[in-house]
T-cell receptor, first 109, second 116 residues
Framework: GQNIDQPTEMTATEGAIVQINCTYQ??????LFWYQQHAGEAPTFLSY????GLEEKGRFSSFLSRSKGYSYLLLKELQMKDSASYLC??????????FGSGTRLQVQP | GAVVSQHPSWVICKSGTSVKIECRSL??????MFWYRQFPKQSLMLMAT?????????EQGVEKDKFLINHASLTLSTLTVTSAHPEDSSFYIC????????????FGDGTRLSIL
C-alpha cells in the first residue's frame, strides 16, 4: 500500500524560509512531486525528484532521500501569495500519483 | 499556459441528474488520464485511470456504473456522474500525462459539483 505523511498546518512569516517535510512508504517508486494548491483551485506542479539530492527552482527547492523515504520542500523569501496547501505526491511505478493529505501554509505579515 | 482544460468549472443541479465533465489535453497527446475527487480540506483521491481506447481502471470503492469514464481520443476523456446525489458533491479534477520520459501529471482547473 501507499502511505504519505506531511504536517497538517504550518505558519511562517513573510520574508522567512519554511521547510515542509514529507515521509513516504510506497510499493514502487518512480519519483516524488510537490504541488501547490490554492483554495478552490487545482494543483499546480512545483518540483520533481527521482534521484537523491536537492533540486532548486527559484525560491523553491526540493530534496529527496530515497533510502530514508523522505523529502522536503523549501520555500525561501516567503510572500503572502505563498499561502496555500502544499501536496507531496509519489508516483508508484507507472501508476497515478498518490497524494499526501497536504500541508496548509499560512504566511503572516 | 494551461496544458489541461477541464469543463465545466461549476455545476449546480438537482438530485438524480447526470452530469458530464470533459477533460482535454492541449498541445500534447495524453495516453493516460486520471480522475480525482477532493472533499473539503482533504487530499486528492484517485477515482480511476483512463487509457485511450480501453476501459478505465477504477480504484477500490469507486462505482464504475455510477462514474462512467470514456477516453475516446488521445486528447479527450469524459467523466459522467450518473444519477447524482448530494453525497456526490465534491471537487472533481482530471489529470493528464504524456507517457514519454518522466513527465509530471498536469491538472485541469477542476469542476465543483453541487447536487441539491
Amino acid at each position: 500500500g501507499q502511505n504519505i505523511d506531511q504536517p497538517t498546518e504550518m505558519t511562517a512569516t513573510e520574508g522567512a524560509i519554511v521547510q515542509i517535510n514529507c515521509t513516504y512508504q510506497t510499493s514502487g517508486f518512480n519519483g516524488l512531486f510537490w504541488y501547490q494548491q490554492h483554495a478552490g483551485e487545482a494543483p499546480t506542479f512545483l518540483s520533481y525528484n527521482v534521484l537523491d539530492g536537492l533540486e532548486e527552482k527559484g525560491r523553491f527547492s526540493s530534496f529527496l532521500s530515497r533510502s530514508k523515504g523522505y523529502s522536503y520542500l523549501l520555500l525561501k523569501e516567503l510572500q503572502m501569495k505563498d499561502s496555500a496547501s502544499y501536496l507531496c505526491a509519489v508516483r508508484p511505478g507507472r501508476r497515478a500519483l498518490t497524494f499526501g493529505s497536504g500541508t496548509r501554509l499560512q504566511v503572516q505579515p | 499556459g494551461a496544458v489541461v482544460s477541464q469543463h465545466p468549472s461549476w455545476v449546480i443541479c438537482k438530485s438524480g441528474t447526470s452530469v458530464k465533465i470533459e477533460c482535454r489535453s492541449l498541445d500534447f497527446q495524453a495516453t493516460t488520464m486520471f480522475w480525482y475527487r477532493q472533499f473539503p480540506k482533504q487530499s486528492l483521491m484517485l477515482m480511476a485511470t483512463s487509457n485511450e481506447g480501453s476501459k478505465a481502471t477504477y480504484e477500490q470503492g469507486v462505482e464504475k456504473d455510477k462514474f462512467l469514464i470514456n477516453h475516446a481520443s488521445l486528447t479527450l476523456s469524459t467523466l459522467t456522474v450518473t444519477s447524482a446525489h448530494p453525497e456526490d458533491s465534491s471537487f472533481y479534477i482530471c489529470s493528464a500525462r504524456w507517457d514519454r520520459g518522466e513527465q509530471p501529471q498536469h491538472f485541469g482547473d477542476g469542476t465543483r459539483l453541487s447536487i441539491l
